[in-house]
């Protein structure tokens, strides 16, 4: 753990790196130098080489060249530059948690690895907290709790790495409390390549007249390589002052309060299965503004298929807010008041995504922290490197309507595919996310209630058809109004870049006639383009759904 400077460990090197054109102008100096002897190079033949070249979803898998693990600035500028002058496909990795392709596909030929880039440490000079791009979210929360005492509303899983994550936007546990996690993002530095083939790094900050202004905002939701390799972020809330740095960021709550309950299939027909997908989603119609009383709770409604066994309720919230007890049970009993007292039970099997949490049915009052590590590392899809997995996302407005319900239990009660690991969930949004403007940072999506995701996980390539035509079906049902896709409109406001869908650009799937840059940034992507024209106007960093220069679709 490194307290209040920036030169330890890692850090030296990449604070001594030349920034251009940002806050930052410091040369390169001999200690850089030493440090960037110690870049490791992968090649087809090193017994590391088979782990670094495939990610969480194991449908995607690379055959690159080599893998650099890079551990300063100084490396990923020379690994750019040298995949640059010998024509070489490059993609990014952080914690390869991406749901598609972007990093792992058979065109890249260099990948550049960042998950040594796992500072997390205050930088005086810039009055703001680093964190490395390849810093794991529980490294992140765990290093700037002890160290002060404060946070970043992040996502849950414990092993997701920051440069993806933060880029795309960033949502979590805190965020109907604290907004976004990019809404804390104070500066960037990302490797950009310019229109000569130059590699270099820029810092951008949030600052008025930083003349790299635009790279900062692209990169609040803009989502991961899209314009460079981003090798550090820093942290300051808008309006924090002072130079005290445990005033500078959020505070966690001091405790709360975290209860998980299992709903049983064998209580659940189609009218109370429909009742209670309408309670949760009507319970954050009438609880989703900033100002409510309930802004500090968030719940995750996972409705696994039948063959589950049951559909899991996990909701947390400020155990120090008033009432904060009776607002949880309230919410509980609202949600769940179409059934039976036998219907809720404790949550003895894994559901969702989770284990078994059955010492969570009557609500545990846990330290900050603990529940952090709790559930985070409850998730044994995490855990399984074997998984393959297809996804789908949606921003809702509204409240689903009945016929929505009603064509999620018709897919989740198929008795044609019968996979415990397919699923719907529902995420609790709204809160201090929706005080923020649609244009004022990249991620366009602001007057939300909830979110879902659409997904299925299996182990075996033989499955691949049954399961991707599974999330297909339920999700092109739940919005067939739209086309199949939740197209912005009164009712649905697009999908999460950070939960990528593999068949959006796949107008054979998405028969909305709706572009999938559309979908994912809505009204932003204009000047995203204008973005990337600017700091990769050679398209050097390029996906399946990276954003295109502006004389592209």
């Not at 946070?151 to 092993?159: E, Q």
């Not at 209580?267 to 989603?281: I, M, R």
């Not at 995701?453 to 033989?462: E, T, V």
Request: charged share 20%.
């Amino acid at each position: 753990m490194r307290r209040r400077s920036v030169l330890t460990g890692t850090a030296v090197a990449i604070a001594a790196t030349a920034l251009e054109g940002g806050p930052l102008t410091t040369a390169a100096t001999a200690a850089s130098a030493t440090t960037d002897a110690d870049a490791v190079t992968v090649l087809p033949s090193d017994p590391r080489y088979a782990d670094l070249v495939i990610g969480n979803n194991t449908r995607w898998v690379a055959q690159p060249d080599s893998v650099r693990l890079v551990r300063t600035t100084e490396q990923v500028v020379r690994a750019v530059q040298e995949a640059v002058d010998g024509n070489k496909r490059i993609s990014v990795r952080s914690g390869g948690h991406c749901y598609a392709d972007f990093v792992f596909n058979s065109t890249v030929r260099v990948v550049i690895d960042t998950s040594l880039l796992d500072t997390v440490a205050y930088d005086e000079k810039l009055n703001a907290f680093e964190i490395g791009a390849g810093s794991t979210l529980l490294h992140v929360y765990d290093s700037l709790f002890k160290g002060w005492g404060i946070t970043i509303p992040g996502g849950m899983c414990y092993s997701v790495g920051a440069g993806g994550h933060i880029s795309g936007g960033g949502y979590g546990m805190l965020s109907r409390r604290h907004g976004l996690t990019v809404d804390h993002l104070y500066a960037v530095e990302v490797v950009v390549v310019d229109a000569s083939g130059k590699a270099r790094s820029v810092v951008a900050t949030r600052e008025a007249d930083d003349p790299n202004r635009d790279l900062w905002w692209a990169h609040t939701g803009g989502g991961g390589g899209n314009f460079g390799v981003i090798t550090r972020y820093w942290f300051r809330s808008p309006g924090a002052t002072g130079t005290d740095p445990a005033s500078l960021l959020p505070k966690p709550p001091k405790e709360v309060l975290v209860s998980a309950v299992a709903l049983p299939w064998s209580e659940l027909d189609k009218d109370s299965f429909t009742s209670l997908v309408q309670k949760f989603g009507a319970w954050h119609e009438k609880n989703g503004a900033a100002d409510s009383s309930a802004a500090s709770l968030c719940s995750f409604l996972m409705m696994n298929h039948k063959s589950n066994g049951s559909i899991g309720l996990l909701t947390q919230i400020d155990a120090t807010v008033p009432d904060a007890e009776k607002v949880l049970d309230d919410f509980l009993s609202e949600v769940t008041s179409a059934l039976s007292d036998n219907a809720v039970r404790p949550m003895s099997e894994p559901v969702g995504e989770l284990s078994a949490l059955p010492d969570l049915f009557t609500p545990q009052r846990l330290p900050w922290l603990h529940s952090v590590k709790l559930l985070g590392t409850s998730n044994p899809t995490l855990t399984n490197p074997s998984l393959r997995g297809h996804h789908k996302s949606a921003y809702l407005r509204k409240n689903v309507t009945g016929a929505q319900a009603a064509a999620m239990y018709q897919h989740l009660t198929r008795t044609d595919h019968e996979n415990a690991a397919s699923m719907v969930v529902l995420l609790s949004y709204g809160g201090k996310i929706n005080s923020v403007g649609s244009g004022d940072t990249a991620s366009a999506q602001r007057d939300s209630i909830f979110k879902g995701l659409f997904q299925s996980f299996w182990s075996s390539a033989a499955d691949d058809d049954a399961n991707i035509g599974w999330v297909r079906d339920v999700y092109g049902e739940v919005f067939s109004a739209t086309g199949g896709y939740p197209v912005p409109g009164a009712a649905t406001d697009g999908c999460y870049i950070n939960y990528p869908d593999a068949d959006i650009t796949n107008t054979k799937v998405n028969t909305t006639g709706v572009p999938w840059s559309t979908l994912y940034y809505k009204g932003n992507y204009p000047r995203l383009q204008q973005v990337k024209a600017a700091y990769d106007p050679r398209n050097t960093f390029r996906h399946s759904q990276s954003i295109a220069l502006p004389d592209h679709t």
